[in-house]
């Protein structure tokens, strides 16, 4: 598959040239929880009790009625929400293509067993280290952590769609090819591979066997950028065409994305039938470019993508 037709990396010419507030919804991200059992040093943990199983299926039917193609749920850590199956239940009923989860890769196998029967079929796991020293270290210091999230991937590496995060810090930046190396080993579908956001906008030199590269389209997508210099974060378009049809919700507020959520950004407003058409005034009269947040921390598929946006609506900054 190319980058721009894997599930939540749906970021291809025929969306952007079609997308719309009257479009398809094409991803949206559910914050369910900010409760997490590790403790990892990068993450940019989000405030709020678990979301009401109510709400959060009213917002779920909200989306399914704009035909919802991509669904994420995350946190925290979403397997924590005594809600979740049922949220799962419901995304597949709505005939939602792609349920996706993130996850620390801490649950039992019996609750992923459960989320696999129930609809998952995206599965988006952390994994920051190569060993059980740093890995521990890397999950706020809780030992045994790193041996369980690498059983948990293997077993659901061989039955749905698996990509592993390699955040990166000061911590295990020198580690980088390790990690890679490592997760390869274990038959991921992929290697999402990021700076954190308070560690730099770029990765650090990578040299990895081109027999590895070609197996995973977001790393070489990745490592292709750091080949000619360019920065994972930041340096976005003025204007941002995702909005439209692509959105985070944590509570009762949506969000321009789960990036600018996470960095402390203020909702575009509350949850409710109006927010297509706020997320339309948004974009129309925000400047990305002058926005802390965006113009560090707006990734490169989604510059490229908005970039896309802009040539094919023929919008003249």
Not at 21 to 37: A, G, H, K, Q, V
Not at 288 to 294: G, K, P, S
Request: net charge positive.
């Amino acid at each position: 598959m190319r980058l721009q037709d894997i599930g939540f990396y749906t970021l291809n010419d025929e969306r952007a040239k079609t997308t719309s507030i009257d479009s398809p919804l094409s991803r949206c991200e559910l914050i369910l929880t900010s409760r997490c059992n590790f403790r990892c040093p990068y993450c940019r943990s989000v405030g709020g009790n678990d979301m009401p199983i109510q709400q959060a299926i009213d917002t779920m039917n909200l989306w399914c009625d704009d035909r919802l193609k991509n669904i994420r749920f995350s946190g925290g850590e979403p397997t924590l929400h005594k809600g979740i199956a049922e949220l799962v239940r419901l995304a597949k009923k709505r005939e939602v293509v792609r349920i996706a989860l993130s996850t620390n890769g801490s649950a039992s196998a019996d609750k992923y067993k459960e989320l696999l029967d129930t609809g998952v079929n995206d599965f988006s796991i952390s994994l920051d280290a190569c060993c059980a020293e740093d890995g521990d270290k890397m999950a706020g210091g809780r030992k045994g952590a790193f041996d369980m999230v690498v059983k948990n991937i293997e077993w659901l590496a061989k039955v749905s769609y698996v990509t592993v995060g390699v955040v990166l810090t000061e911590t295990n930046v020198r580690r980088t090819e390790d990690i890679i190396y490592f997760a390869d080993s274990l038959g991921v579908s992929d290697i999402r591979v990021i700076p954190a956001a308070q560690h730099g906008t770029t990765l650090p030199k990578i040299n990895i066997a081109e027999s590895v590269l070609k197996k995973y389209q977001i790393l070489q997508y990745r490592e292709n950028n750091l080949r000619i210099g360019r920065t994972v974060r930041g340096n976005p378009e003025k204007r941002c065409g995702l909005v439209l049809d692509d959105m985070a919700v944590m509570g009762d507020e949506h969000f321009p994305c789960i990036i600018y959520m996470r960095e402390g950004g203020k909702p575009i407003g509350k949850v409710s039938r109006n927010m297509r058409k706020e997320r339309e005034r948004w974009s129309l009269n925000h400047n990305c470019i002058t926005d802390e947040i965006c113009s560090k921390n707006c990734l490169d598929v989604c510059v490229d993508y908005n970039h896309k946006w802009a040539e094919l609506h023929k919008i003249i900054f």
